[in-house]
Every structure is written in C-alpha cells, then in structure tokens.
C-alpha cells in the first residue's frame, strides 16, 4: 500500500525542500560529485526516485545518461515523469518496493543514487540491499546516499537542536507561504501508518549503514557531508 505517498506526492515538490532545511545543499553537493564528465555516458538507477528531483538534476547536466527510477508510489513516478517532459524518454519507471529483491534488469550500472529511501527499510533489509546495490554496480561503480541517520548526541545538544529545528522550519514554511497545516497533515498520515507498513520512518545510526557498506564490499566509502541528521556518502565498488 502506498497510502501516504501517493497522498503526498502532490504536494513533495512544493513542502519537501522547506521542509529539510538542507535540501537544495545537498542534491546541488551530490550533483557536483557525480564523478562523470557532462558529455560521457552513464547508465544509473534512482532507489525511491519519488518526484524525480534528484533524477531530473542529473539528467539535465549529463545528457547522455540513462536512468532507471524505482518508487513505491506509482503517484509519485507519474509526477517525475511529467516533470522530466522530453527526458523522461531516457528513464525506465519502475513501480517496486524496496523490501523485495531487485528487478532482473537492475544490473550493469555506473552508479546508484538513494536520497532519502533507505531509512524507510527494517534493519535486516537496509543490509541486503546495500549487497544489492553492489552486485549491481560494474567494478568501480559508484553509490550516492544521501539519507537521514542518528549519530550520538548529548541530550542538552538534542534538545536544543530540536527546538531550533522546529523553530526555523515554521520560519522558512511562513516564507514558503505555506500553512503550517498543511505540514502537520501530512505527518499526522504518516504517524498513522501500520506499524508493517513500508512507509514508515525506520531510522537507524551512521554508524550501522556505514557498517552495512563495508559488510557488502564496497572499499572505499567517504562520508563528506552532514547536517543534524542528514548525511551524504558515496561508495565506491
């Protein structure tokens, strides 16, 4: 089922990039690590492409990649394809759950970007899927995550960053012109999901993921960017 992102796919574009105070930052980060020349051809898969913004970005500066985007939300892969218009001829969509193993044809890539899908994963499953991930990648391929995991902080540390978190957010909401309840809708779906369902926030550290890479086989994994507990990390094959 896919009853909170299709609810949402219709307003992500407009709420998602306020909402993640870093967003913009870190997909214009991820876009300029893309270890590709503008004109060279590559072949790559988005892992929970949702809206296609990530995708679109890629697609527009290297114009001779391919893409295949997979999302749970058959919504949300309409929305990134009428937003790629003339593009969305060089993408493949795939409606897929992550949970299962993946699709046949999810092999031989340059690179594998997941923004924001592999939290949503029980932990049992984010480490095989990052074995995956690598299985799919040709020798040397490269893996873009970027995604929100915890790292230790103190409780004096949490809680204030939590109060300026919400504090900024309704700021940046009021300059967006949105309503702050139209927000808390969205979450209260999402806090109302079956405890089952693979919609729901399954967060887990630094880390663990960084452990789960390594365990794959991916040799060089960095860790270049993070804020609060949004993180960006590539790995190579």
Known sequence: MTEY????AHDYDRIQPVKIEMYRFYHELALDLVPYSSDQPFRFADLGSGTGNFLSMVLERFPASTAMALDLSQRMLSASESKLGVSSGRVQFIQHDLNESFPAELTDLDMVVAFSAIHHLPDERKQAICHEIYAALKPGGTLLLADAMYVPYSEDVWRSGREREESSRSRRFS?????????????????????????RD????????LTNLREAGFSKIDHVWHFWMEHLVIARK
């Open 5 to 8: 992102f299709d609810q949402y």
């Open 175 to 199: 300059e967006a012109g949105i309503r702050q309840h139209e927000f808390d809708e969205h979450e209260e779906a999402k806090s109302g999901l079956d405890e089952a369902s693979p919609e």
């Open 202 to 209: 399954r967060i887990s550290t630094l880390d663990q993921q």
